[in-house]
């Protein structure tokens, strides 16, 4: 399973989920750089985690840090042996799940592989990357450029598979 909010591969990573409201860029870095450098300084994992309830001016999370160059959330399991700590902080709104990726996972993988170089194309920032992810203009402007692609009805969650009575032609996006 491929993770949007940490494309590796690509250089990318994302704090579209961590926050809400954001500010200016240079507000938003600002506050990120304080989180680190709490984070670097921070006496346990539990307690940076748990040392504030509310978000920065900003409108990003409190416990977002830059780590070797990526924004990301110390308290994520994934870092953690599977130990999630996002639990220490109320507001951490961990199901969160952004409309891109949602659909991005029912997705084939010819799909998601154009979706990954579609992304490679632009050459997003991190910043720019993160705040198209989290208003939905990436997944618009992927849709724009693909529009007219046939899609068949496993991509609309039918069963019936192209060529048979329930679905006898390819459907195409409007």
Known sequence: MKILCQLNELGLSCFGCCGNNYSNKKKLMRDIKKNTIQF??????????????????SGICANLVVKEGNFTCPGHPALNHGRDYR?????????????????????DNIKQRKFLDFLKSKKFDNFSYSIRMDNDSILKDFEKENSGEKIWTSD???????????????????
Not at 49 to 54: A, F, G, I, P
Not at 156 to 172: A, E, I, K, N, Q
Request: with cysteine.
């Open 156 to 174: 609309l969650r039918v069963m019936s598979p192209p060529g048979t009575p329930d679905c006898p032609t390819p459907l195409y996006k409007k």
């Open 40 to 57: 670097k300084n921070a006496e346990s994992l539990s307690s940076f985690m748990s040392r504030t309830k509310e978000l920065k001016s």
């Open 87 to 107: 639990n220490l902080d109320p507001d951490c709104e961990k199901e969160f799940v952004c409309k891109t990726y949602g659909l991005f996972q029912t997705w």
